[in-house]
């Protein structure tokens, strides 16, 4: 049937184009806000990406949003490979923030104390700043009184990596990839480094770390997140029971670098076999716990080399929450968090005083380069160096 063309028709048809236009003005806008947002749809877990901030630069920090099916959410930014947000449910299902860092990017450009980032080349310290390779001595920055520490003044916590959201079957993946160049921060060869975080659906966030090198090198990777699992951010972490699987632990210097000893924890506020609350000896008159204002020490995992497997894990009872850590290295640097002063703000108020968040750091030994006793931390060119941490959180 033919429509005739009225005048009532005209007027309906014209106040269509006016709807159909003003439509699509109205989703460019919302395309233009969403510019940034690009999201990375699968089946179980959407990936979001946006952009966190900006480098002086102008370049753009990406932040990946990862989720599960059971709730939990971690953002990861492309600068430093940081963990800027990390959700947990506890008991009665409440997800909170259990991780310490900042809100938007310029906190963490203006200097803090590593909280969620990927270290390396070297996490932890190497004495002196020097250590030699095949007869060369290769001089790295004090960064630290006398010694070198995660890295140097610019280390892998603080550069731009190459960040790729995937979904796999075992969950959504953030890939993030880094090129060092020979030299940088003094160390030899140019090393290529890959870290993956997959979040499962079990509450697991997986990191493995991957790195080649085209010269004889040194290689100790590791994250750096300081954790307050009560997710009042701002508190003192005391009140937590850590687990740690470890016979004997390595004691440290004024410089707190190892002495190369192993020694004992049996008897010593040092024994984490059994679960024991952080508060509960951390001011015992103990000359190890002085030197590190509270703990920050390499504690020797009774697994060894080689394996992974559960080492330690960390309770908050009023909220239930557990987190549990897996790993294939041999050390585990539990810091906690002594030097934090109260200058820096915390998200969702107040600010991080001392002992407000603790490290569960996964390693090789500190100054393993100048101990020839310790695990070796060389890695070769046609090697492939790769370490794997679990971070797992429930509650009971
Ligand atoms: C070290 C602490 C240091 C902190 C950086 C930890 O890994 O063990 O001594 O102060 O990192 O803020």
Request: proline share 5%.
């Amino acid at each position: 049937m033919m429509m005739r063309i009225t005048k009532p028709s005209i007027f309906y048809a014209v106040l269509l184009l006016v709807f159909i236009v003003t439509g699509c003005k109205q989703s460019k806008k919302e395309s233009h806000s969403e510019m940034e947002t690009v999201k990375t749809e699968s089946k179980q877990n959407p990936i979001e990406e946006t952009i966190f901030g900006e480098m002086p630069d102008g370049t753009k920090v990406k932040k990946f949003t990862l989720k599960n099916e059971a709730g939990m959410e971690v953002d990861v930014i492309t600068y430093g490979g940081i963990i800027t947000r990390w959700t947990a449910p506890d008991k009665n299902g409440l997800y909170e923030d259990v991780v310490l860092g900042f809100e938007s990017l310029e906190p963490y450009l203006d200097g803090n104390p590593y909280f969620g980032a990927l270290i390396g080349r070297y996490g932890n310290r190497i004495a002196n700043g020097e250590f030699a390779l095949e007869g060369k001595t290769y001089t790295l920055a004090k960064n630290d009184g006398d010694n070198h520490l995660h890295g140097g003044e610019k280390g892998f916590d603080k550069v731009l990596w190459n960040g790729v959201a995937k979904n796999t079957e075992e969950g959504a993946v953030i890939e993030l990839t880094y090129t060092s160049q020979d030299g940088e921060e003094g160390y030899p060869g140019k090393l290529d480094v890959k870290v993956t975080y997959t979040l499962t659906d079990n509450n697991e966030l997986d990191i493995q770390y991957e790195a080649v090198t085209d010269k004889p090198t040194v290689v100790n990777l590791t994250q750096h997140s300081y954790f307050n699992l009560s997710g009042q951010l701002s508190e003192q972490i005391l009140d937590h029971e850590i687990y740690l699987n470890a016979d004997t632990y390595l004691p440290v210097d004024g410089g707190l670098i190892p002495t190369g000893e192993l020694r004992p924890v049996a008897s010593t506020p040092f024994d984490f076999k059994e679960s024991k609350l952080i508060g509960k000896e951390i001011e015992a008159d103990n000359e190890q716990l002085k030197l590190g204002k509270g703990y920050d020490h390499c504690w020797v995992l009774n697994k060894g080399e080689e394996g992974f497997g559960m080492v330690a894990s960390a309770y908050h009872g009023e909220t239930g929450r557990f987190m549990e850590v897996y790993t294939n290295e041999p050390g585990m640097q539990f810091y906690s968090g002594n030097f934090l002063d109260g200058t820096l703000p915390a998200k969702g108020g107040g600010t991080y005083g001392q002992r407000s968040g603790f490290c569960l750091e996964t390693q090789h030994f500190p100054n393993s380069p100048n101990q020839a006793d310790f695990p070796s931390v060389r890695l070769n060119p046609g090697e492939t160096y790769t370490s794997r941490t679990m971070f797992k959180l429930s509650t009971k």
